[in-house]
């Protein structure tokens, strides 16, 4: 049985054959996907997924919702939370996923 820390889903199990002819597993970490918007699921622009950046500020944008929501979905979040503080939609009128953006917009 493998060790407890190649275990996980979070590593990749390579079959390989050996000059010996004998079959072996290798385990590999996988590489890191691309990050995706929250609410359409399009990929991020702009944020460095290499195993060398620091830190998250590191690697997600410094605007509002930056890492989480493209700049299309937080242009329509932004939008609607001016909407709803002048009275002209109420929250049950949009979306679920976007319901919990706008109140975190409208809470600051």
Same mark, same amino acid.
């Given at each position: 049985m493998p060790?407890?820390?190649?275990?996980?889903?979070?590593?990749? $199990?390579?079959?390989?054959?050996? &000059?010996?002819?004998?079959?072996?597993?290798?385990? $590999?970490?996988?590489? &890191?996907?691309?990050?995706?918007?929250? #609410?359409?699921?399009?990929?991020?622009?702009? #944020?460095? #997924?290499?195993?060398?950046? $620091?830190?998250?500020?590191?690697?997600?944008?410094?605007? #509002?919702?930056g890492g989480v929501l493209c700049a299309n979905c937080t242009a329509d979040i932004i939008k609607l939370a001016s909407r709803i503080e002048n009275g002209e939609l109420k929250l049950n009128e949009i979306g679920v996923k976007q319901k919990e953006y706008v109140l975190q917009l409208i809470s600051h």
């Open positions: 060790r407890p820390m190649y275990r996980s889903r979070s590593i990749r $199990k390579l079959a390989r054959v050996t &000059p010996k002819k004998r079959n072996v597993l290798h385990f $590999k970490k996988k590489a &890191p996907k691309r990050p995706h918007c929250a #609410i359409c699921g399009k990929e991020l622009n702009g #944020i460095n #997924i290499s195993k060398n950046s $620091k830190g998250k500020s590191l690697r997600s944008n410094a605007r #509002i919702f």
